[in-house]
């Protein structure tokens, strides 16, 4: 991949900050490292794990790769780590009133889907919906709703095949941080949201990476983007 978490980042101040191969080759250079692969290393933003730099001829050609065999999702991006993960504890109780968050903010929901999904169709957004109803999702009895988009978002592979106007050249997949197994421990600490990156794919090979920002900001925003029509169809399908 062309980008890797910064080496500091466990340094508040680089939090979350993705790091390019000119970037880390200057950080390096300034550390006084000549090899950047004994500089203090990158990491994967999903596995957390260490990786190395492939230099490459080009500029555009040098990337960060995962230098062993080991299971990190980025490296199969088929696979959905949290399909089948039911809700260990189901709260029956939260589950109305969860869903009737996403019933009244189905609009806003829509609207910060489609901003960190590039070209979302809204036949793809009535899919994460159902997707969410069949894997119980608003039974999670921590489950705070205002991070629903950050937990749709990881139910589906986005195609360019099933993208608004088929405008999408790349495949899409979000992940969490490898710590979270399944959606209750997305919200076990209170307060501190996991790490959510997005990375795109061409075929196989991993193209770019992005930290998705996860606050609850969207809320605050008056957005009428779908129609009435549209709206009857997504309260249909949750
Ligand atoms: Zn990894």
């Given at each position: 991949m062309h980008k890797a978490l910064h080496p500091q980042h466990s340094n508040p101040t680089y939090k979350n900050q993705l790091i390019d191969c000119s970037e880390f080759k200057k950080l390096a250079t300034q550390l006084g490292f000549q090899d950047m692969n004994l500089s203090p290393?990158?990491?994967c933003p999903v596995c957390n794990r260490d990786m190395k730099v492939k230099a490459g001829h080009t500029k555009?050609?040098?990337h960060?790769?995962?230098?062993?065999?080991?299971?990190?999702?980025t490296k199969d991006p088929a696979a959905r780590?949290?399909?089948?993960?039911?809700p260990t504890r189901p709260d029956p109780q939260t589950v109305e009133q969860n869903r009737n968050f996403a019933d009244l903010n189905?609009?806003?929901?829509w609207a910060r889907t489609k901003d960190i999904v590039p070209?979302?169709?809204l036949k793809e957004f009535l899919k994460l919906l159902k997707e969410a109803n069949r894997l119980n999702v608003y039974s999670y009895a921590n489950l705070k709703p205002q991070y629903l988009p950050y937990v749709y978002v990881t139910l589906l592979n986005f195609l360019p095949s099933q993208s608004y106007k088929k405008r999408r050249k790349l495949k899409f997949?979000?992940?969490?941080e490898d710590s979270v197994k399944s959606y209750d421990d997305l919200w076990i600490n209170a307060g501190q949201f996991s790490r959510l990156t997005r990375i795109s794919y061409d075929k196989t090979k991993t193209k770019a990476v992005r930290i998705i920002d996860t606050s609850t900001n969207y809320l605050n925003t008056n957005t009428s983007l779908l129609s009435e029509a549209q709206l009857v169809w997504c309260r249909c399908v949750m």
């Open positions: 290393s990158t990491q555009a050609n040098a960060f790769y995962h230098n062993d065999s080991q299971f990190c999702p780590p949290y399909r089948g993960l039911t189905m609009d806003k929901l070209f979302l169709d997949c979000f992940f969490y």
